[in-house]
Nanobody, 126 residues
């Protein structure tokens, strides 16, 4: 499995932007579909965005579509989540996740990812 380390979380006002990064090491990054999943206090983990192995295909939860952008850079072994027009309900711990795959597809369920980073806190104030 790749090792995943997230960064870029923090406190931001509603309407603001943040970019999360997830650096991967240990395996061939281009063999992994990647995703971002979040977990708010007292709630289950929620899929946010996913990228195919190549980064060409992406998918988003309805709640973030049009505001968040996932991008995968296989040359830098990094996946990003650009978040704009943030809302207080976006407050959560954001996890980067990976899934080794031979398919050129995305994955939309948190349970489909087998490997996780430690998470980074995003807090959006109203």
């Amino acid at each position: 499995q790749v090792q995943l380390v997230e960064s870029g979380g923090g406190l931001v006002q509603a309407g603001g932007s943040l970019r999360l990064s997830c650096a991967a090491s240990g395996r061939t990054f281009s063999n992994y579909a990647m995703g971002w999943v979040r977990q708010a206090p007292g709630k289950e983990r929620e899929f946010v965005a996913g990228s195919s192995r190549s980064g060409v295909t992406t998918t988003y939860a309805t709640s973030v579509k049009g505001r968040f952008t996932i991008s995968k850079d296989n040359a830098k072994n990094t996946v990003y989540l650009q978040m704009s027009s943030l809302k207080p309900e976006d407050t959560a711990v954001y996890f980067c996740a990976s899934r080794a795959t031979t398919y050129t597809r995305t994955y939309r369920q948190a349970g489909e990812y087998g490997n996780w980073g430690q998470g980074t806190q995003v807090t959006v104030s109203s």
